[in-house]
């Protein structure tokens, strides 16, 4: 048992030791991959193209190309050769004029015979030396005399020079006669084609990425609770599949808010009728304490009715429009001022965003009044970013402790020891500022302020 525990540990610590080199390598390629689905696909397609040349113009350039290059050298040095071995053998050819025109007539090869000298120094080796050296081996293997080769002077000829017993045997080759010249013509034509295929990859890719980022683009609206003209199925068949669905439950959820919308219509019209019996019935009733107690526990029914139905209302019905954020916070801080609190504004970047009115005023309205009704002092301030707009609203009401902030947006809840006791509501007014910022695809975050109440933090894209 000890054993096998033993062998258990040791394999789990190799296994450990292997498993972090893995984790930082996939780390550290996830951070240098592209992000986008459009890039990682075309990395997708490109990869295996470009490894799969690089491995064909390897394979071409090692084999193919060193090989027919071998095979012409070792003709030119033949050539040279027999050229060399004819010299020797037939020395009564005077001046060697035959063995020149037979070199320039058969052989294509310009010889001349110069006198006898020592031959120049090695030239420098070319950067792509394999068609030089190519050339060298098969001349030493069939010429066993001293030589010096040329083949980094003109670049058309090739310049062979083989020391002899009492001369110096000069030939000019041409130089596709030892080395594959047209060798680039294959690469050229690959790279051409590869450049193409990749140009038509990319067209046909992006024709197949559009469908998904119109339908991100639709669920994106739909969150925020806008609507995309022209959306249809496009794409694939997953593609269009997905936005099929997407399509339905979009009329599924918008069946049901209307249908919850009747409802609550039709709720709301028969509380309101009972209510207002309710005080034409007060009010034939003589005037006394216990009326005017009746009469305030009537009018906050009512407020606490018209609160229910707001919490549970969708305002799907109202159209985002453009709207001068700075203005709504000025006139909100006016109705603070008029209810004797202290407020200022502030705003900076352009003011005009666009959203739902109704719905954005009434989200700020209820953090305001929240605000107002713990604290003497409100501060409202927005910004408009590129791609943001952050309202906060300040107070110096006692707050509310950081491990109960994201309580406080449920339904009806209220934190009666942390805030006046006194203060009626029906704890719905952070819940319906919260589902408003969600509606248009934002947020509401609740911080410390630097007045020492409450921050709330409205975020909303634009």
Known sequence: MNLLLKIRNSVGYVLGIFALPHRRASAWMNAKLPKGLYARALLIIVTPMVLLQSVVAFVFMERHYNFVT??????????????????????????????????????????????????????????FSTPDSALSQQISRLIDRPFWIDTVGDSSLLEIRVQLENA???????????????SHIFLVWMIGTSIILLGIAIL???????????????????????????????????????????????????????????????????LRTILTRFKLELALIDDNPEIQALRKDVDEMQRMLEAYLAFAKDESGELPTLVDVKGILDDLAADAERR???????????????VRPDSFKRCIANLVSNAIRFGNTVSLSGSREPRWLFVQVDDDGPGIPSDLRDDVFRPFLRLDDSRNQNQSGSGLGLSIARDIAGVHGGDITLSESPMGGLRATVRIPV
Do not use: C
């Open 340 to 354: 004797g609190k202290r407020a200022s504004t502030a705003f900076s970047g352009p003011p005009m965003v666009q």
């Open 204 to 270: 046909f890719l992006r024709n197949q990425i559009k469908p998904i980022l119109r339908l991100a683009e639709a669920a994106d609206a739909f969150g925020k609770g806008r609507e995309i003209a022209n959306f249809h199925p496009r794409g694939a068949r997953e593609v269009r599949q997905a936005a099929l669905s997407f399509m339905e439950m979009k009329r599924r959820i918008e069946r049901q808010i209307e249908q919850r919308t009747t409802m609550l219509a039709g709720v709301s019209h028969d």
């Open 70 to 127: 071998r095979r012409m050298s070792t003709a030119v040095a033949q050539d040279i050769s027999a050229l060399v071995e004819t010299y020797h053998r037939y020395p009564q050819d005077p001046k060697s004029a035959t063995l020149v025109k037979i070199a320039a007539e058969k052989l294509n090869l310009n010889v001349e015979l110069l006198p006898l000298e020592p031959l120049p120094a090695p030239g420098p080796k070319p950067f």
């Open 168 to 182: 110096v045997m000069r030939v000019y080759a041409s130089r596709h006669m030892a080395y594959a010249s047209n």
